[in-house]
Nanobody, 121 residues
Framework: QVQLVESGGGLVQAGGSLRLSCTASGSIFSITAMGWYRQAPGKQRELVAAITRGGSTNYADSVKGRFTISRDNAKNTVYLHMNSLKPEDTAVYYC???????????????WGQGTQVTVSS
């Protein structure tokens, strides 16, 4: 079994900051890419940021310059540092990991349960 557990969401005023964390655990052989998506009410889930095992990153245009994704490979953990938050950043944030499991061929994507981020104006 594999679990991704997120933490760090909450309520913050516009202009504030939050840091999200997500740790993967279980029968993991290797994690390639990790990332964060978000879904606001009535909208589709969208990519926020992604990072490869080697540290290459990709960001949605709407968060460039404000959000930073990082990871600790030794801890199977990915972080999302969010600065200058805006009300439009309000959403449920989900982390994901593309990983290989011990004894199982192929890589699969796993998701966390989501954490609510609410930015008040």
């Amino acid at each position: 079994q594999v679990q991704l557990v997120e933490s760090g969401g909450g309520l913050v005023q516009a202009g504030g900051s939050l840091r999200l964390s997500c740790t993967a655990s279980g029968s993991i052989f290797s994690i390639t890419a990790m990332g964060w998506y978000r879904q606001a009410p009535g909208k589709q889930r969208e990519l926020v940021a992604a990072i490869t095992r080697g540290g290459s990153t990709n960001y949605a245009d709407s968060v460039k310059g404000r959000f930073t994704i990082s990871r600790d490979n030794a801890k199977n953990t990915v972080y999302l540092h969010m600065n200058s938050l805006k009300p439009e950043d309000t959403a449920v944030y989900y982390c994901n990991a593309d990983l290989l499991r011990a004894g199982i061929p192929g890589a699969y994507r796993y998701w966390g349960q989501g954490t609510q981020v609410t930015v008040s104006s």
